[in-house]
Nanobody, 129 residues
């Protein structure tokens, strides 16, 4: 059973930066390195959307609206997933969720929710003008 805990959200002015973190644990004993990981966000009244994903082989993918501004990374030694958010815009406001899929191997970087089987509780990001 995978447990995910996000942190690092907050309120920031447009143009600012944040770094989100996600702590991973698997009580079944599968290592973090065997999971593909993703960040999703959901704004009020909108569907959850995939923001960024990273494969077990560290290949990354981003939704078009965040390319060049957000960076996803993972530290397998620390069981941590990160999302660096730069040049934040008002439309980046939302609840950000960490998700894990697997265990699996390869280059999968899904930005759709369905392949993921574990989710965190979310951390709020609010961008103001």
């Amino acid at each position: 059973q995978v447990h995910l805990v996000e942190s690092g959200g907050g309120s920031v002015q447009a143009g600012g930066s944040l770094r989100l973190s996600c702590a991973f644990s698997d009580f079944a004993g599968y290592p973090f390195s065997t999971y593909f990981m993703g960040w999703f966000r959901q704004a009020p009244g909108k569907e959850r959307e995939g923001v960024a994903a990273i494969s077990t082989a560290r290949r990354s993918a981003y939704t078009d609206s965040v390319k060049g501004r957000f960076t996803i990374s993972r530290d397998n030694a620390k069981n941590m997933l990160y999302l660096r958010l730069n040049s934040l815009k008002l439309e980046d406001t939302g609840m950000y969720y960490c998700a894990a899929g697997g265990p699996a191997s390869g280059t999968a970087t899904p930005l759709a929710p369905r392949p993921y089987n574990s989710w965190g509780q979310g951390t709020q990001v609010t961008v103001s003008s």
